[in-house]
C-alpha cells in the first residue's frame, strides 16, 4: 500500500484536530529500532486507541492510556490523506 500523508504537526496547523476514526501514520521506537505503520485512531475518556485495519490476528491495537507526559516510544508522525493499493506497473497500463 502506498500512503499520501501530511506531517501532524502541519495537518493539525491547517485543518485542526482529527477526530475518531482517521487513519494516521504511527511511529513506533522499541528494542527491534524504529517501526511506522498506519492505524486508525479512535478517542475514548481515559485513553486512546491506535486500530491496524487488518483481518490478521497478529496486528493488535495500541492502547494508549492519557497522562500529563508524552509517550516517546508512540508518536503520531503524520495524517493519511490517500491510500493505493495497487501502483505496480501491470495495474498502471
Known sequence: MWLVAAHDADYR???GDYGSGTLVVVER????GIERSA???HFFFDRYELRPRSSNPEHQPIIVAHASRPHPEIQIIGVVLSAHWDLSPVAMR
Open 29 to 32: 521506537t522499541g528494542s527491534e
Open 39 to 41: 492505524k486508525e485512531i
Open 13 to 15: 496547523q491547517h485543518y
